[in-house]
T-cell receptor
Framework: QKEVEQDPGPLSVPEGAIVSLNCTYS??????FMWYRQYSRKGPELLMYTYSSGNKEDGRFTAQVDKSSKYISLFIRDSQPSDSATYLCAMSEGAQKLVFGQGTRLTINP | NAGVTQTPKFQVLKTGQSMTLQCAQDMNHEYMSWYRQDPGMGLRLIHY???????DQGEVPNGYNVSRSTTEDFPLRLLSAAPSQTSVYFC??????????????FGNGTRLTVT
């Protein structure tokens, strides 16, 4: 079993919908949680990061961490066609190794 | 600033050949790493370095060598290419590592095919 599990999708929703992306993990030592966005033929770029349980909001994006359930989520409100990309969750215990989920391919249809 | 630069963008190798994937960053980052990305597998860490002269293994190090002689460069060497090494390779760097206030900056990848 992988340390981090993410539904690969693909996920297709209409423009303006609320999108929910999720990851589960098995390593209780993970303490840093991140979401990366990857456009086709490009490297991933950091979208959101958080530490410990709770919510963090940045514009249309909200990251949520539930350490008791070992579950993290990313919500996208008022989704736009430009949000179409692969979204990767990532987490680490400390400062040396980042473990990624498989990535979810998201398409927002105009 | 160019950020993280990877060369070449594309490469085709025959089984048994060796080659070096280049990675350079101009952000004075101490931490550098190599990942491979395969369908359904996500990004998997191959090797990483926390500074010049210091390297360590990640999740999938077999068949790859690295060295870090300068802060700027972190080349990845394939010793004897195998079809299982067909993948997209990403180099990433950060100021301090993979912690909260130190986001990874990725290059745009090298697409390698081994026949």
């Amino acid at each position: 079993q992988k340390e981090v599990e993410q539904d690969p999708g693909p996920l297709s929703v209409p423009e303006g919908a609320i999108v929910s992306l999720n990851c589960t993990y098995s390593n209780s030592a993970f303490q840093y949680f991140m979401w990366y966005r990857q456009y086709s033929r490009k490297g991933p770029e950091l979208l959101m990061y958080t530490y410990s349980s709770g919510n963090k909001e940045d514009g249309r994006f909200t990251a949520q961490v539930d350490k008791s359930s070992k579950y993290i989520s990313l919500f996208i409100r008022d989704s736009q066609p430009s949000d179409s990309a692969t979204y990767l969750c990532a987490m680490s215990e400390g400062a040396q190794k980042l473990v990624f989920g498989q990535g979810t391919r998201l398409t927002i249809n105009p | 600033n160019a950020g993280v630069t990877q060369t070449p963008k594309f490469q085709v190798l025959k089984t048994g050949q060796s080659m070096t994937l280049q990675c350079a960053q101009d952000m004075n980052h101490e931490y550098m790493s190599w990942y491979r990305q395969d369908p359904g597998m996500g990004l998997r860490l191959i090797h990483y370095s926390v500074g010049a002269g210091i390297t360590d293994q990640g999740e999938v190090p077999n068949g790859y060598n690295v060295s870090r002689s300068t802060t700027e460069d972190f080349p990845l060497r394939l010793l004897s290419a195998a079809p299982s090494q067909t993948s997209v390779y990403f180099c990433a760097s950060s100021f301090l590592g993979t912690g909260l206030d130190s986001p990874l900056h990725f290059g745009n990848g090298t697409r390698l095919t081994v026949t």
